[in-house]
């Protein structure tokens, strides 16, 4: 199944807009994934500043192809995020954070992906997770990549995930193919991010993402140029809670959503229960970390309908 993008305007400094592909119409998850946002290329100045804004139940996954932004959260994390290392951050019950794009000469291209958490885990202390050093895939000749989260071939990434979850960066020279073994138990979803592909014969483009569902044991794609091709593959066991996504939050009820948003939005004042860092009670928002960006981002108003649970 081709899924296409979507355009979305993210509440940044530069009203920048991101190509979406999950959630979808047609497909609300691949997995625990519940969330693509493919960014750029563009230029640097037009690229990642968005302020203070808290997530909750989830866990971010930022992946770069170019480009340098700097991260920093209500956990203490400063951050420089570039290319081929991965930043793993773990809302559980409550964190902030803000992204600040570094000026340069090269282009910004990024993807952001959303992991929601299981039962069991949604209410962990947030942290973040920085891995510079990626294991590269035994892959043949005319392709590489590297493993960003879970197991393939044999390999394992250290990565902190939460339910069974596979992603991976696969580089292929123009006019190759490759059949990657992978768990067919997992359903499966490849980004292309740079170039045109076949996956498993069906033809994808650039910023669009084909899905496969379980019991598929292999995956095949073909890189039909001229370009060479650059995908994310992602995948994992099927996610079959029921959650409630709005805005920045993951969690199971209407009402708890209600909860968060005010938690959230009162923060300028006093944060009643501490859920996006510890301010000491009197403190902004923005002071709770040593933000550069200035300020922060309060929730939105809720839509006057009950948000229900969907799987
Ligand atoms: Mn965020």
Redesign the pocket.
Known sequence: MLLEPRLVKLSTRTGVEVRRTLPNARLRRIGAWVFVDHFGPTAQTDGMV?AA?P?TGLQ?MTWLFEGLVEHRDSVGSIQKIVPGQLNLMTAGRGIS?SELSELGPEAMHAAQLWIALPESTREVAPSFQHLAALPALPLPAGASGSLLVGELLGVRSPAQVHSPLVAAELNLVAGSTLTLAVDNTFEHGVLVVAGTAQVNGELTAVTELSFAPAGQATMRLEAIGPEPLKVLLIGGAPFDEPIVMWW?FIARSHEEIVRMREAWNSFESADVDGRFGDSGKSEPVFNIFEDRVGGWIPAPELPNVILRPRV
């Open positions: 968005v804004h997530h971010t954070h920045n």
